[in-house]
């Protein structure tokens, strides 16, 4: 009697480390967010205004913002908007983390370009959660565009060998027919 052999699953268990912004006006609040986050691994940033959150963005790479909306100079949904004007930040997703509970502010929350909205005080396993969720749907949205380009590269280079192969299979035939 032949045993057969167990297959090994192999699991890709890739540790991916994440760069999070957060921008408050208020430290207090920055600091709790990473103390409730830090256990997840992030790296982060903090700006305590919208001004230094353009400047950290322009100059940095980031996988997610947390953003508070009322701020003293440049407030979130400015900030928001600037980075989806930009092509290189346009898709970071954008959690605002704001004490506004207005229906208005939500909808513009959303119409700015942010992909969710946490309303203060939140809870810490809520945060985290979300978090985890959005860094989850950017990640894959980076590989499949990745995935996409290969894709086209592959297609475009059999799309040459086809086209080659067919310019060569009509040369023979011409000089099949001369010989005629």
């Known amino acids: ?100 509970v207005d229906v208005d502010s939500i909808a513009k929350g959303f119409n700015v370009g942010g992909v969710d909205y946490i309303t203060k005080p939140f809870h810490g396993n809520e945060l985290i959660v979300r978090v985890k969720t959005h860094l989850q749907l950017y990640h894959a949205k980076r590989l499949l565009q990745q995935n996409n380009i290969v894709l086209q590269h592959k297609l475009k280079n059999r799309e040459i060998r086809i086209l080659s192969e067919l310019e060569q299979n009509q040369k023979e035939m011409i000089f099949m027919l001369t010989e005629l």
């Open 1 to 100: 009697k032949k045993k057969k052999k167990k297959k090994k699953r192999q699991e890709c268990n890739v540790e991916l480390s994440y760069n999070l912004l957060i921008v408050d006006d208020v430290s207090e609040n920055i600091q709790v967010a990473m103390n409730i986050l830090k256990e997840q691994g992030y790296n982060f940033s903090y700006a305590l205004n919208g001004t230094e959150a353009i400047d950290l963005l322009k100059n940095n790479s980031f996988d997610l913002v947390l953003l508070d909306v009322m701020m003293p100079d440049i407030d979130g949904f400015e900030v928001c908007e600037f980075m989806k004007s930009d092509p290189r930040l346009e898709d970071i997703p954008v959690i605002f983390l704001t004490a506004r």
